[in-house]
């Protein structure tokens, strides 16, 4: 994270004070809306009891649990990020977005330029370039992709499997540009269906390597891959149906959200929105966390 990112942008019009002031508030709202209310409430419990179960587990629990635990940590820590976005701007500071709707990615590249953004840029400006980045072959930008995340995943925490995630998304990073090397011309790779499949694998292949980084150990890793794969003879469905449903809806609500906005911004999204819907959103919000108040868990990222 660069000192200029936490200085006022000069490039924008500064807004009035008043505008400024209830911009940051609606943020804030929103931020803590997303971590309370569908994080903590609604997809921590089953994300839990996955990773805690110390049995094999049926394939739709386990995707349940793994896809759970996606959302949860996007809503935790895209939440905790526009927080401080939004209480930043009351004061009146401009801090550059930290997540740019990336569940709707289209390959890993793309997603590492819409996921923890302030991270992302300190790895590809302090390591990836002074490393030669690209400038020395094909060969030395796949080593220096793998050395990059290898760091990133062992800055999350001294584990190996934290590793593993790190190497996971490498390897991807590195797979992605031998495909585009040998398909660059073809025409076919920009049809609008080819995309929406390819951000769906590319989703796919995140949440795979989030069974790592959740993961207390590598055999509950390999218990939740077995039953992911469908490889296990047997399986304990132990979620209930409520539960299920309950974070099916949660998130394809959020990969449709993130389909429908990630050529877009939230700005602009509440220029457009009606006053009336947009003052009925907020006020719903705020009834959801006065709920849910009691719900409440630590950040995620606080522990790193």
């Known amino acids: 994270v660069r000192a200029a990112d936490f200085l006022p942008q000069a490039a924008q019009p500064p807004a009035p004070q008043a505008g400024r002031f209830i911009w940051g508030l609606l943020l804030m709202t929103l931020g803590l809306f997303e971590k309370t209310v569908l994080a903590d409430t609604m997809l921590a419990g089953s994300a839990e009891k996955i990773f805690a179960y110390g049995g094999p587990l049926a394939g739709l629990d386990a995707w349940t649990g793994v896809l759970a635990f996606s959302s ?3 809503f935790d820590f895209a939440g905790y990020s526009t927080c401080a976005i939004g209480a930043a701007l009351c004061l009146g500071f401009h801090l550059k977005d930290n997540f740019r709707f990336p569940y709707a990615a289209v390959g890993f590249s793309d997603f590492w330029r819409r996921w923890h953004i302030s991270l992302s840029t300190f790895l590809r400006d302090y390591l990836y370039i002074p490393l030669g980045g690209n400038r020395s072959g094909a060969l030395r930008a796949a ?7 290898f760091i990133g995943g062992l800055w999350h925490g001294a584990a190996w499997t934290f590793v593993v995630w790190g190497l996971i998304h490498g390897s991807c990073l590195v797979l992605e540009r031998v495909l585009r090397a040998f398909f ?8 609008l269906g080819v995309q929406f499949m390819l951000g769906l694998g590319t989703y796919a292949a995140v949440c795979f390597a989030w069974v790592f980084f959740r993961a207390t150990d590598f055999p509950t890793a390999a218990r939740l891959v077995q039953a992911m794969a469908g490889v296990l003879p047997r399986g304990d469905a132990i979620l209930p149906t409520r539960e299920i ?5 949660v998130t394809a609500g959020l990969l449709g959200a993130h389909w429908l906005l990630r050529n877009t ?3 602009a999204v509440v220029a457009k929105t009606p006053r009336w819907l947009l003052a009925g959103t907020w006020t719903v919000m705020i009834c959801g966390i006065l709920l849910t108040q009691e719900n409440g868990n ?3 990222y606080f522990q790193f």
Not at 184 to 191: G, I
Request: avoid cysteine; proline fraction near 0%.
């Open 72 to 74: 949860q940590i996007f």
């Open 143 to 149: 080593i220096n992709l793998m050395i990059v995340m």
């Open 184 to 191: 660059k011309d073809a025409s076919w790779t920009n049809a």
């Open 245 to 249: 449903l309950q974070v099916g809806l």
């Open 265 to 267: 911004t939230m700005e």
């Open 298 to 300: 630590a950040f995620i």
